[in-house]
């Protein structure tokens, strides 16, 4: 008696789960940006960049103090508008020029 060989079976492949979908997608995106994208990392980044950013507005305007931002009729000033300086701001609070109250 001839005994036939056994059917051979062809390998499936076995649906791609979710996770692998993801990790793959992810992977993709992270090599596109580094490659394709200079200077994203810093966009992402945020805090300094948001501190870059507020810094150079606060310099766009300067005044040599409180009288000549009160003169301009942009006081009371506050943290991150343009003309804002620490040395203005007399207490710390992030506003500068501050009416005077007794």
């Not at 499936?12 to 997608?25: D, H, I, L, N, Q």
């Not at 620490?86 to 109250?101: F, L, W």
Request: aromatic residues 8%; contains cysteine.
């Amino acid at each position: 008696m001839i005994q036939r060989a056994a059917p051979r079976r062809r390998h499936r492949r076995r649906p791609t789960s979710f996770g692998e979908w993801v990790a793959a997608t992810a992977l993709l995106t992270g090599i596109l940006v580094y490659n394709f994208a200079p200077g994203i990392e810093q966009a992402l980044i945020g805090s300094t960049t948001m501190r870059d950013r507020e810094a150079a507005i606060e310099r766009s305007a300067y005044y040599s103090n409180c009288n000549a931002a009160r003169a301009a009729g942009v006081a009371p000033i506050s943290r991150g508008s343009p003309g804002y300086r620490p040395e203005m701001d007399g207490d710390g609070d992030g506003v500068a020029c501050e009416p005077v109250r007794f």
